[in-house]
Nanobody, 124 residues
Framework: QVQVVESGGGLVQAGGSLRLSCTISGSRFNDWNMGWFRQAPGKEREGVSCISHTGRTTYYAGSVKGRFTISRDNAEKVLTLQMNEVKPDDTAIYYC?????????????????WGQGTQVTVSS
């Protein structure tokens, strides 16, 4: 059974940095295209960033481009989202997902495996 587990959320001041991590158990990590989605109160879940299983293809939503960096270490089985220059609008529950379709134009999530989510709160 594949399980996706996130860690690293918390409270941070605007302009600060935060790092989210994610790993998979029950399956080969480097078989999976992966990414991060987020959902703010009263809003739909949106794709933030995703990365192909090789790491060669990445996508960033316009709202985070230049501030967030997605990376993966297949040897260590870790997916990372480095969040810099965070803004109050980045406040949301962040979900790690595995099993995406990744292109430079977007992340498609037809039936991915979801993590439980981790809260990120940015104070102004």
């Amino acid at each position: 059974q594949v399980q996706v587990v996130e860690s690293g959320g918390g409270l941070v001041q605007a302009g600060g940095s935060l790092r989210l991590s994610c790993t998979i158990s029950g399956s080969r990590f480097n078989d999976w295209n992966m990414g991060w989605f987020r959902q703010a109160p009263g809003k739909e879940r949106e794709g933030v960033s995703c990365i192909s299983h090789t790491g060669r293809t990445t996508y960033y939503a316009g709202s985070v481009k230049g501030r967030f960096t997605i990376s993966r270490d297949n040897a260590e089985k870790v997916l990372t989202l480095q969040m810099n220059e965070v803004k109050p609008d980045d406040t949301a529950i962040y979900y790690c997902a595995a099993g995406l379709r990744v292109t430079t134009d977007g992340c498609a999530a037809s039936s991915p495996k979801w993590g439980q989510g981790t809260q990120v709160t940015v104070s102004s």
